[in-house]
């Protein structure tokens, strides 16, 4: 197990740094422009869904579940695997479709100084990339 939790650690780690590597290359091609801020808000916006449902509190609550439902049978564990891909495949889909329906509004709350050109152009990046969820 701790095996499992340094290889996650060490994902984390190239993950983050990757990461720091794509926001200087942005900033170097890119610039300080609108159509950048745009983009950054639709990111963060899908960013967070993904967060809040993909690793939030069921990835902190079902691992432990799992590996006591490991240790009483393998039949069982794999039983809660597929009903938490359920959960989590449901939960996904219903978020991924409130944030494309609700884009005008979380754009507006991220974002209330944009023009509305840059708006427009802000919801229609959040529509694209909440799927990312």
Known sequence: MVR???LMMAGTLVSRVLGLAREVLVAAFFGATRSLDAFNVAYTLAN???QLVAEGALSAA???VF???LQESRERALSL?????S???AASGLVTLAGIG???VLTHIMAPGFDAETAALATGLTRW???FL
């Open 87 to 89: 959960v989590l495949i």
């Open 48 to 50: 967070l869904a993904r």
């Open 129 to 131: 990339m909440f799927p």
């Open 81 to 85: 695997g597929r009903q938490a891909m």
């Open 62 to 64: 079902f691992v432990p």
């Open 102 to 104: 609700l884009a005008p």
């Open 4 to 6: 499992h939790a340094m």
């Open 67 to 69: 590996s006591q439902a």
